[in-house]
């Protein structure tokens, strides 16, 4: 009997879920200067995790799982990516003399490792709740590249996108980020296509 009212429920919130639920797309800005620089070499600085401090905690990994996530993009539309080890190493022992990485920084690692666009990102939501037979997930991030050489945006992009499931279709948080990272990079492509 309770398996059926759960079945029931999933059915109830899945229908109302797909009513209301309205298709997010990405915010990208692109600069009018932007000079062709998205097929340059890309430094992926660390992500901030700027969830809510209750995701934070029962998400820590959330910041680098969407970096990574956001490198594969790159990589797959064919942008060239400075290797990840390599840019932590440096952060670290660049942080030791200064504190914290501030956009100053992030521009000075890029011209130390001969890169042309340094990409800062920030996970805005990274989370899934589970509510009786209903399951959602969302993932947001927010992602700004600098040309290296002049300090000056040259891409700024926004995405949250939630998923709903029932119980017994779920998906997680990292495979919502999979999709959040190549639509955000499409939309920054189909705009430097349609310039």
């Not at 992926?44 to 209750?54: A, H, K, T, V, Y």
């Not at 970096?67 to 290797?83: C, K, W, Y």
């Not at 589970?130 to 399951?135: K, L, T």
């Not at 017994?168 to 349609?194: H, Q, Y």
Request: glycine residues 6%; contains cysteine.
């Amino acid at each position: 009997m309770r398996q059926i009212l759960y079945i029931i429920l999933a059915i109830i919130f899945s229908v109302m879920a797909a009513c209301t639920l309205k298709k997010t797309e990405p915010t990208v800005w692109v600069s009018p200067h932007l000079n062709d620089k998205s097929s340059e070499v890309c430094v992926i600085l660390p992500f901030d995790n700027s969830n809510l401090q209750e995701h934070k905690d029962n998400y820590p990994e959330a910041a680098e799982t969407v970096r990574d996530r956001f490198e594969t993009a790159l990589l797959e539309a064919g942008h060239r990516v400075v290797e990840r080890s390599m840019i932590d190493k440096l952060i670290s022992e660049l942080e030791f003399s200064m504190s914290g990485l501030t956009e100053q920084l992030g521009i000075k690692v890029g011209k130390m490792l001969d890169a042309d666009v340094v990409i800062f990102g920030a996970v805005t939501s990274y989370y899934r709740v589970i509510w009786g037979p209903v399951v959602y997930t969302t993932v947001g991030l927010s992602i700004k590249a600098v040309d290296v050489e002049t300090g000056v945006i040259i891409w700024k992009g926004d995405h949250t996108k939630t998923i709903f499931w029932d119980i017994f279709d779920v998906d997680s948080p990292a495979s919502l980020a999979r999709e959040v990272t190549k639509e955000i990079i499409a939309t920054f492509l189909g705009k430097t296509t349609d310039s």
